[in-house]
């Protein structure tokens, strides 16, 4: 069947715009999934439900413009379901977080652990059991089966936990020869936190707290998501001035983020003055933010029903002014990084992920656009306010360290526009309203373009305003394995510089 | 070449005066005295993500940013735990981490600071305890210092640095702690 007769089938899903829920035989999970995999699809999430009775798996997919929930009831818990790891290979990983969460096998082939190190033996089932606090002990070495490279001056170099620079902890295991990578495997889940067993102890209408910080960086957009989830099964519509506040809420933060970014990218390639001349402009956005709506980062800016802080006139006027002159001063410090042939050099044909790769491997987000993988659900799917704004689409071909810069210097000027055009128009009236309990057992999906890429955040209602099942998936997990084929072949030293240029996030991954 | 130079002359410096210590961040009695001898004003960090959702992490950056000028006031941060003096742990301690962090704290030479970052870090925040996080930092290694916030910005962050190793004669002196 084309994607559109699985979407005809299925009923519209609380939440994202352009959403479509279809509950499937084992037989047709794994028929849809090849469909929309044929037709250029791409697979968003991938989580289990895991009632004792009757565990469901999701898979949320998209194509054509739309995005479908795929769920599947399984019949026997015992029996593994089908894995999609060989029609989405960003697959491979979700599948065995989801039998380290839950205890559900699938097909897959590849049964180790991922987020599951030691920290809980393997009996112990976080998203069934009774939640456990294990007194802090010395944890036992975890041993972790890495494949092998062999040959005549091949050897290892292992890198973390703990890394050399201020960043997240993930281990890193490079097979090399001289200083050329053959193969990079990534050992993640040291930052996991627990945090879907968190949702199901808050309050359902309290937790989009805990969604703001499933990935720090990214809290606009996880909280959007729950909030857009939320609001859709209790069926409340959000005031239009509420919208336009969290776009321009998640507009700053991708700002801040890849102002961070351009900054730390000139640094590991040698060039310390990018760090502070973006470090600069990145600290002056983020007092501006505190001005204007009291808070650096925004953790706790949006709220169900609407955004936790108002703007006022005068406050709307600086913050316009500041974000003016950011874009002349970055406009002004690209063509210093372009006319460098130092940093030229390190950025031209390093770590190159080719277009062909990124599509077969479902590179998404920025990295995926610096890929020329043409999507953004800021123009592909867009909610209330982007369906106004026809957001440019920024997208490179070359794949490598400078496409991945270049996107960025384009996507910063693109939010500075955006953000010109939401203080220019913003609605007038309420910036919050109500939102009622949702009934028990309802289900809805938020969808944002974060600025890493898209982030989804499954929600399912329990009674009297408790959370049954709360699933929230950073885009992290579809370019983590990506990164592992971006190194083949370059020098370790580059390493930093290419792991920078995705900068994915630890802590969304392992959560 | 000569953009860069003009940019780098327009720009100027753009570096504050630092914040003063807060002393009322301090959790750790027993001053140590004999660290703010040896060390003076010259410390060494090593930041430890132990399970944080990298904001905090977002804020660490910003003191490196010419705003702050960390490295004005002998502070740098370092790629090994057997050159700090000084140890930033963020996060409610994950259990994947936790024999990471205590080894990093045990390959840190004596005398050491712990500095514990962020609601998380102070007090488990709202991942709290459970089967995948052991909490607060001090539930796994000493901590002289806590920081709370959500992030806690750059000047908080500096405010509690400068406390774990500036004289606890200075805290009595100086009664109106500034808000961060």
Excluded at chain 1, 51 to 74: C, F, Q, W, Y
Excluded at chain 1, 358 to 381: E, H, K, Y
Excluded at chain 2, 3 to 28: C, F, H, M, N, Y
Aim: proline share 7%.
């Amino acid at each position: 069947m084309a994607p559109r007769d699985w979407f005809a089938r299925g009923n519209d899903l609380p939440g994202a715009p352009g959403l479509r829920a279809l509950v499937v035989s084992e037989d047709e999970w794994r028929e849809a999934a090849l469909d929309l995999a044929a037709a250029g699809g791409r697979l968003v999430a991938l989580w289990a439900s895991p009632e004792n009775d009757a565990p469901r798996v999701h898979a949320a997919l998209l194509a054509e413009h739309k995005g479908i929930v795929l769920t599947l009831s399984m019949a026997d818990p015992a029996a593994p379901f089908p894995g999609i790891e060989d029609l989405f290979p960003a697959a491979a990983r979700m599948q065995r977080a989801i039998t380290d969460l839950s205890g559900l096998r699938s097909t897959g082939p590849d049964t180790r652990p991922w987020l599951r190190h030691t920290a809980w033996p393997q009996g112990y089932r976080p998203l069934v059991d009774p939640p456990r606090v294990a007194a802090p002990a010395e944890a036992a070495i975890d041993v972790y089966d890495f494949v092998r490279v062999e040959g005549e001056g091949v050897h290892e170099i292992a890198v973390g936990p703990v890394h050399a620079g201020t960043i997240e902890p993930g281990h890193f295991r490079f097979s090399v020869v001289g200083e050329k990578v053959l193969r990079l495997e990534e050992r993640l889940g040291y930052v996991h936190k627990g945090i879907e067993q968190r949702f199901t102890q808050l309050p359902i209408l309290e937790a989009h707290r805990l969604a703001a910080r499933v990935s720090g960086d990214s809290a606009v957009a996880f909280s959007w998501a729950y909030c857009q989830a939320l609001e859709g099964i209790s069926s409340c519509e959000i005031p239009r001035r509420a919208a336009w506040l969290r776009a321009l809420y998640l507009e700053l933060e991708r700002m801040a983020n890849h102002l961070g970014d351009l900054g730390a990218l000139g640094n590991d390639a040698g060039f310390a003055f990018g760090l502070m001349q973006f470090g600069r402009l990145k600290e002056q956005l983020l007092r501006a933010t505190q001005d204007a709506l009291g808070e650096r980062y925004l953790m706790e800016a949006i709220v169900p029903g609407g955004t936790r802080y108002d703007l006022t006139r005068p406050n709307l006027l600086s913050l316009g002014r500041c974000v003016r002159e950011i874009e002349h001063e970055a406009r002004t410090l690209r063509t210093i990084y372009d006319e460098h042939a130092g940093v030229r050099d390190r950025f031209t044909g390093a770590g190159t992920v080719t277009a062909e790769l990124a599509a077969r491997l479902g590179l998404t987000g920025l990295a995926g656009r610096a890929s020329g993988q043409a999507f953004d659900l800021r123009s592909d799917l867009p909610c209330e306010p982007y369906s106004q704004f026809s957001v440019k689409k920024i997208v490179h071909n070359e794949g490598d360290v400078a496409a991945r810069v270049a996107v960025r210097f384009d996507e910063l000027e693109e939010s500075c526009r955006l953000i010109q055009r939401i203080l220019g128009a913003l609605p007038e009236g309420p910036h919050r309203t109500q939102v009622r309990v949702p009934a028990d057992g309802t289900f809805g999906a938020g969808l944002i373009e974060g600025w890493r890429g898209p982030v989804c955040v499954a929600l399912e209602a329990g009674p009297s305003g408790t959370i049954r099942r709360c699933h929230a998936h950073d885009p992290s997990w579809q370019n983590w394995p990506v990164l592992e084929h971006a190194i083949i072949g370059n020098i370790v030293p580059d390493f930093p510089l290419i792991n920078k240029s995705f900068n994915l996030s630890y802590s969304g991954h392992d959560s | 070449m000569l953009k860069t130079l003009r940019q780098i002359a327009s720009i100027g410096i753009v570096s504050e005066p630092p914040p003063p210590a807060d002393d009322s961040l301090r959790i750790q009695a027993g001053l140590q005295d004999e660290i703010r001898t040896v060390l003076g004003r010259a410390l060494c960090i090593r930041h430890i993500d132990a399970g944080s959702c990298n904001g905090c992490e977002l804020e660490i950056q910003a003191l490196n940013c010419p705003h702050y000028n960390l490295e004005g006031l002998g502070i740098r941060f370092v790629a090994s735990p057997r050159h700090a003096d000084l140890l930033l742990v963020t996060g409610p301690v994950s259990r994947n981490m936790e024999a990471a962090l205590r080894r990093t704290y045990a390959a840190t030479p004596d005398p050491k600071l712990v500095v514990a970052l962020g609601d998380c870090g102070c007090t488990g925040g709202i991942f709290g305890e459970s089967y995948a996080s052991l909490g607060r930092v001090s539930n796994v290694i000493p901590v002289d210092v806590a920081v709370p916030g959500c992030p806690p910005s750059p000047t908080r962050i500096l405010q509690g640095i400068l406390a774990a190793i500036t004289h606890g004669a200075h805290a009595q002196h100086s009664t109106n702690p500034p808000s961060g």
